[in-house]
């Protein structure tokens, strides 16, 4: 019982101090954090990869206006 009220103690102080510390230093800026990673780290593939399908859903639906393509209410009230 004292060893889980010492776990919970010290994870509550640990997150106090890490919540001071950020509110000092301007919060938390995940894209530097990224930019600093290596080359081949997963999390930077990852944050390119989110990157590039956000880029190719926005060239896509401008496609789509660009083309007028009917959506799926319009389809059902022209018939």
């Keep these: ?5 010492l776990l919970v103690g010290g994870a509550v ?3 106090v101090v890490v919540r001071r510390w950020l509110a000092r230093s301007g ?9 600093r990673m290596p080359e081949n ?3 930077k593939w990852m944050f390119r990869n989110i990157s ?21 209410r ?3 009230t022209a018939a």
């Design 52 to 72: 590039a399908i956000r880029t190719n859903t926005e060239r896509i639906l401008n496609l789509m206006d660009a083309e007028h393509l009917p959506t799926s």
């Design 74 to 76: 319009e389809v059902q």
């Design 1 to 5: 019982m004292g060893l889980n009220r």
């Design 41 to 43: 780290a997963p999390p």
């Design 13 to 15: 102080v640990g997150l």
């Design 27 to 35: 919060g938390f800026d995940f894209e530097k954090v990224i930019e």
